[in-house]
């Protein structure tokens, strides 16, 4: 076994396919510094949970010093040589029409044209974060996949790719090291932004994790088994079927109307009413007050809306978008059919990101004919009805610091920027931007299916590596404010993967406990300022 | 008699164009690909801070304000000064920026080359002083910062451990080509007789008759740069006009799916294509469509 002398800054990308340990181990002395009050890392920064020596004689582990994907070890050599072969045949797969209309185009003038200028890696939180390490630079997990491109599947590849791109070995090492190293970065496409050329190093990760989904069967059970199969066979990711369903929002209309004083009562599949509101379903388990202040502000509003009971009609989750295309299809087409159904005049959805992208414009070139039905943000809606006049608002009720999260979903892929800052402004006199924002933003760190995965020691990785820019930002945009829990800090994050992010990250560093920093969406800070409402709606929630 | 030097040129000439246009082609002849963009979208209303239409309810209904001068303005900003470099990745800009700016404006004395050329086989008096200086000019300029520009970026790729390790034979060659151009380019240049045997050479190509002694510098700047004209369309250097795919067919591809469209006509072809990926949960046989994998049931 050959080591690489200092793994974290040198490693080259032909050290992929070397026989070698780990190709990575970060330390907390690595990570990117944080402000106050996470500034000094012996104090604040939990240690790393080591991997179990089960997991690291069960699955195959020589990347990092973490492990999401649980790839068994092969039995022999000629199971490795199956895979390898199976590897090979999915990735000509990626470059035909047929199998991959979806991102043929993106995907090839991606592997054709990167000039290797590391604009995107200045972009990418993540290699940031890290103390720039090299594995999880941008261009190092798809020159990975470009050079194995060039060298293994074109004409001449074994003397031209090399000259033209660089050398690197196809062997069970690199098979599974690039599955798994497809599940270290956040799709969060802000390299993709920065790139002069155009290329997309997220959209290449997606296409590898695609590539071992739909090739080899493999993804992760958070995803796959436990995500978009459980949707699929029971309605929901979150596991629960239409009666629970129902029941549980029932349950939530009785404690809005006790909180609010007023009569909240949920709308259900009503046939024709004007919108369909599709909640992410983790919301009504983890954070009742989100689908309780839609209906108060719904109802308020007077505006015509049901939720439906028909099986995904009521969980907007679409994990496919994260690592399969034929699960991403099956997801959608489920929830335009409950749309249909109810003949309603257009599809809205609630505060999560991710739900936002994969049924607005993803499913916009796969819904055709009458399955093609409207379907918007409800950050408009929402802006529109605060503006409009018809619920009475005191600011002075959110008289306290505020900052908004843009999830990279709704806003940088899909470019819904102000609507959500229009009303921040009208309720939430001492709301502050984070640098960047916008379509800059940072990802929370729990994008592309993170927030939902916590297996192992990942919650390490995902707390100290992708969380830590977001952190960073967070502490950034409250400095100068008291730091003790005495003074209430909000950070508004309209999205339901990015708030499971937040819940933890706070959790990890001791961040409400310590220093009052809590989280949750706008629409709760909307019915917090709402007159008609019985004051602290949000600290009711909390308690 | 055929001259050697005309048929390196035509052969030139023609690599250059067919390459060009196969790869052009092939790329816009795609299938439709799923949306993609990412905001800011230069043709959107909301552009400045990076909106698009669906900042609006019931967009659908509403007229889409698009404008073509910005998409124009921010493309041709993108493409002259590399502002994506500028601003995310200023130091590599430095270099990076006078080698491209530099390789438009041996693009210009190029154009200028060939306008003196035919403006002598037409017999065209006026301007010729004007001309031979605006050539002069832009040859000197041009190769000046192609030279400072092209050894740039070697250097940085030879001394940045980062780029060094992601750096094939290639990017050195390509590179050294273009320092080689530019060193001859100003050879010839400062010579006494200037770019005129260039200016010559093209009027007897044009002609097609017999072309007087070229000094050797001028010579093996015609061949060098002949031959970098075709090989550019072969490799990642094909991106300056692949670019316009990267940033208005992917990055700003914002048309919506409008029922009745032609875009929907595209997409319904698209999902008729049949499926072979393996997994288990597709098992596509090659006969399968996409529609087909969309609808059927999992296995409960
Ligand atoms: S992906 Fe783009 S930014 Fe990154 S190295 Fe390649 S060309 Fe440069
Ligand atoms: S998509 Fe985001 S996380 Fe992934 S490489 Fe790009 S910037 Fe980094």
């Known amino acids: 076994m050959k080591e690489i002398d200092n793994k974290n800054t040198d490693l080259k990308v032909e050290d992929f396919s070397k026989d070698s340990d780990r190709l990575l181990e970060l330390t907390n002395d690595d990570l990117m510094p944080?402000?106050?009050?996470l500034d000094d890392k012996a104090k604040s920064e939990p240690p790393w949970k080591p991997l179990s020596d089960s997991a690291k004689e069960k699955y195959e582990s020589d990347l990092d010093n973490t492990l999401l994907l649980n790839i068994p070890k092969p039995k022999s050599k000629e199971e490795e040589k199956k895979y390898i072969k199976q590897f090979l045949q999915g990735l000509e797969k990626l470059f035909t029409k047929e199998n991959n209309w979806v991102f043929l185009q993106p995907f090839k003038l991606t592997m054709e044209h990167c000039t290797k200028c590391h604009t995107c890696s200045e972009a990418c939180h993540i290699f940031q974060a890290s103390g720039r390490a090299e594995l999880y630079r941008p261009t190092y997990r798809t020159e990975i996949l470009r050079r194995i491109y060039f060298k293994y599947l074109k004409p001449g590849g074994r003397f031209f790719g090399r000259w033209q791109h660089g050398d690197i070995d196809l062997n069970w090492k690199t098979v599974a090291r690039l599955a798994e190293l497809s599940y270290r970065c956040n799709l969060c496409r802000r390299c993709a932004q920065a790139c002069p050329i155009g290329c997309d190093n997220g959209l290449v990760a997606r296409e590898i994790r695609k590539l071992f989904s739909q090739e080899l069967g493999w993804a992760t059970k958070e995803l796959h088994e436990k995500g978009s199969m459980q949707q699929l066979r029971v309605g929901s990711s979150t596991g629960m079927n239409p009666e629970v369903v129902k029941d549980n929002m029932d349950f939530i209309d009785e404690d809005a109307s006790d909180i609010t004083g007023m009569d909240i009562k949920t709308p259900w599949d009503v046939q024709g009413a004007d919108i369909l509101l599709?909640?992410?379903?983790?919301?009504?388990?983890?954070?009742?007050?989100?689908?309780?202040?839609?209906?108060?502000?719904?109802?308020?509003?007077?505006?015509?809306?049901?939720?439906?009971?028909?099986?995904?009609?009521?969980?907007?989750?679409?994990?496919?978008?994260?690592?399969?295309?034929?699960?991403?299809?099956?997801?959608?087409?489920?929830h335009a059919l409950a749309a249909k159904k109810l003949g309603v005049k257009k599809i809205v959805f609630g505060e999560c990101g991710h739900a936002h992208k994969a049924l607005t414009i993803i499913a916009d070139r796969i819904l055709t004919g009458d399955l093609?039905?409207?379907?918007?943000?409800s950050m408009p809606l929402l802006r529109d009805i605060v503006m409009s006049g018809k619920l009475k608002l005191d600011p002075s009720r959110n008289d306290f610091p505020v900052t908004l999260h843009d999830p990279c979903n709704m806003v940088r892929m899909m470019g819904i920027v102000e609507p959500q800052r229009?009303?921040?402004?009208?309720?939430?006199?001492?709301?502050?931007?984070?640098?960047?924002?916008?379509?800059?933003?940072?990802?929370?760190?729990?994008?592309?299916?993170?927030?939902?995965?916590?297996?192992?020691?990942?919650?390490?990785?995902?707390?100290?590596?992708s969380g830590?820019?977001?952190?960073?930002?967070?502490?950034?945009?409250?400095?100068?404010?008291?730091?003790?829990?005495?003074?209430?800090?909000?950070?508004?994050?309209?999205?339901?993967?990015?708030?499971?992010?937040?819940?933890?990250?706070?959790?990890?560093?001791?961040?409400?406990?310590?220093?009052?920093?809590?989280?949750?969406?706008?629409?709760?800070?909307?019915?917090?300022?709402?007159?008609?409402?019985?004051?602290g709606f949000i600290r009711a929630w909390e308690q | 008699m055929i001259e050697p030097l005309h048929v390196l040129t035509l052969s030139c000439i023609v690599i250059f164009i067919t390459a060009v246009l196969v790869r052009f082609i092939?790329?816009?002849?795609?299938?439709?690909?799923?949306?993609?963009?990412?905001?800011?979208?230069?043709?959107?209303?909301?552009?400045?801070?990076?909106?698009?239409?669906?900042?609006?309810?019931?967009?659908?209904?509403?007229?889409?304000e698009h404008s073509q001068l910005n998409k124009l303005k921010e493309f041709l900003t993108e493409f002259l000064f590399l502002k994506a470099l500028f601003h995310h990745n200023r130091k590599l800009w430095w270099s990076s920026f006078p080698f491209h700016f530099g390789l438009y404006i041996i693009a210009?004395?190029?154009?200028?080359?060939?306008?003196?050329?035919?403006?002598?086989?037409?017999?065209?008096?006026?301007?010729?002083?004007?001309?031979?200086?605006?050539?002069?000019?832009?040859?000197?300029?041009?190769?000046?910062?192609?030279?400072?520009?092209?050894?740039?970026?070697?250097?940085?790729?030879?001394?940045?451990?980062?780029?060094?390790?992601?750096?094939?034979?290639?990017?050195?060659?390509?590179?050294?080509?273009?320092?080689?151009?530019?060193?001859?380019?100003?050879?010839?240049?400062?010579?006494?007789?200037?770019?005129?045997?260039?200016s010559a050479y093209i009027v007897s190509f044009l002609t097609w008759s017999a072309h007087p002694e070229m000094p050797g510098p001028s010579k093996a700047l015609l061949i060098l740069s002949l031959l970098v004209l075709a090989y550019i369309p072969l490799t990642h250097m094909s991106h300056f006009f692949m670019k316009w795919f990267t940033?208005?067919?992917?990055?700003?591809?914002?048309?919506?799916?409008?029922?009745?469209?032609?875009?929907?006509?595209r997409i319904q072809a698209a999902l008729a294509y049949p499926v072979s990926w393996s997994a288990p949960h597709i098992k596509g046989d090659g006969k399968k469509s996409w529609v087909d994998v969309a609808t059927e049931e999992i296995e409960k």
């Open chain 1, 278 to 334: 599709i909640h992410n379903a983790g919301e009504i388990l983890s954070w009742p007050e989100n689908p309780a202040a839609f209906a108060v502000i719904l109802q308020a509003a007077g505006i015509s809306w049901t939720l439906s009971s028909e099986a995904l009609g009521y969980d907007s989750v679409n994990y496919g978008l994260f690592y399969d295309d034929a699960m991403l299809a099956k997801v959608v087409i489920k």
């Open chain 1, 372 to 377: 093609n039905i409207p379907r918007e943000s």
């Open chain 2, 26 to 64: 092939r790329t816009a002849r795609m299938p439709v690909h799923l949306r993609w963009e990412i905001y800011p979208v230069a043709h959107d209303k909301g552009f400045e801070h990076g909106g698009s239409y669906m900042e609006n309810q019931d967009w659908r209904n509403r007229p889409q």
């Open chain 2, 247 to 265: 940033w208005d067919k992917i990055r700003w591809d914002d048309e919506p799916n409008l029922p009745g469209s032609k875009l929907e006509k």
């Open chain 2, 108 to 198: 210009a004395f190029a154009g200028l080359l060939v306008i003196t050329a035919l403006s002598s086989v037409f017999n065209v008096k006026h301007g010729g002083v004007f001309l031979s200086y605006l050539v002069q000019f832009t040859g000197i300029a041009g190769a000046i910062l192609c030279l400072f520009g092209s050894a740039g970026l070697f250097f940085r790729r030879l001394f940045d451990k980062g780029l060094k390790k992601y750096s094939p034979i290639s990017a050195y060659f390509n590179l050294l080509l273009f320092v080689g151009i530019s060193v001859l380019m100003l050879t010839v240049g400062f010579s006494s007789s200037g770019f005129g045997p260039m």
């Open chain 1, 468 to 535: 830590r820019m977001k952190m960073k930002q967070i502490l950034e945009a409250f400095k100068g404010e008291d730091s003790s829990s005495e003074t209430y800090k909000y950070i508004c994050a309209p999205c339901s993967n990015c708030k499971g992010q937040f819940r933890d990250i706070l959790e990890y560093y001791g961040l409400t406990e310590n220093n009052g920093i809590h989280y949750g969406g706008l629409v709760e800070l909307i019915v917090n300022a709402m007159t008609d409402v019985k004051p």
């Open chain 1, 422 to 465: 229009e009303v921040l402004r009208k309720i939430a006199p001492r709301f502050r931007e984070m640098t960047p924002h916008g379509v800059n933003n940072y990802c929370c760190g729990g994008g592309s299916g993170f927030a939902i995965h916590s297996g192992h020691n990942f919650v390490d990785w995902r707390m100290k590596v």
């Open chain 1, 34 to 37: 944080l402000p106050e009050p």
